[in-house]
């Protein structure tokens, strides 16, 4: 006689599948922004704005790679139930974010003295990876600070993408990408919550809090972004960083 798999093993199944999914899709995304700078720099052509690639920037980008492997690799562990070995890269993965939050605004802050080179007013523009990286610092901390709940914290570690993804996807060489900037690499990482959504919705009938509360406050953030990265308040916080980072 076959065995009917329960609800909650067919529900889990899936769970696998698209967590796996969706790992997979923000590494291929991080690579395929950053593959000209970064990863295969040695035999592709740099888009004009790329500024030198040196330790600082060499350290955040490898930490940044860690992260994204952890992306990947953690759904992996879950689905073939590798559970202590899951924790463990879990603690590490706490010192990578917290290495990527300091490289990040460090690098942001430096970069304001080299000029941003080719994005405008770089006091201006410093907005975007601020915002950004503290974004990605406050979900990461509440994915840390529900480990223990195991729908909480998968979900809000797919939320803390849609902050780390920016960078990459404005890096993308499609027409449609570079057409629509700077609309799409602020808001097209927010397709994560998007899946989310209609994922919770389709498996669970309901979508989970992370993506109705947290989700509308990421985009919020990146609202309020757009909103004071034009005024001289943030002008001259921004000048302030840059002096101290020269």
Not at 15 to 21: C, K, L, M, P, S
Not at 113 to 131: K, Q, S
Request: some cysteine; charged content about 10%.
């Amino acid at each position: 006689m076959a065995t009917i798999a329960s609800p909650a093993a067919t529900r889990t199944s899936r769970d696998r599948i698209f967590y796996t999914g969706v790992g997979l899709a923000v590494a291929a995304t991080a690579f395929w922004g950053f593959a000209p700078s970064f990863y295969l720099s040695h035999w592709l052509t740099a888009p004009p704005t790329t500024p030198p690639i040196g330790l600082l920037l060499a350290l955040h980008g490898t930490v940044f790679s860690a992260w994204v492997t952890l992306m990947v690799v953690q759904p992996l562990l879950i689905a073939r139930r590798q559970i202590p070995i899951h924790r463990t890269l879990g603690l590490a993965g706490i010192g990578i974010a917290i290495a990527m939050v300091v490289l990040g605004n460090l690098a942001a802050a430096v970069a304001m003295n080299i000029g941003f080179r080719g994005l405008g007013d770089p006091l201006v523009f410093y907005a975007v990876p601020f915002f950004a990286i503290n974004s990605f610092a406050v979900t990461v901390f509440l994915a840390f600070r529900w480990r223990h709940y195991a729908e909480t914290h998968k979900r809000l570690i797919l939320l803390a993408n849609c902050s780390l993804l920016g960078a990459a996807v404005a890096r993308i060489p499609l027409g449609v990408v570079q057409a629509g900037a700077p609309f799409t690499f602020i808001f097209g990482p927010d397709l994560i919550i998007l899946a989310g959504v209609l994922y919770d919705w389709r498996t669970r009938g309901r979508v989970h809090r992370v993506w109705s509360r947290g989700g509308p406050l990421v985009v919020a953030s990146q609202l309020l972004m757009m909103a004071v990265m034009g005024t001289s308040a943030w002008h001259g916080f921004a000048a302030a960083v840059a002096a101290l980072a020269r």
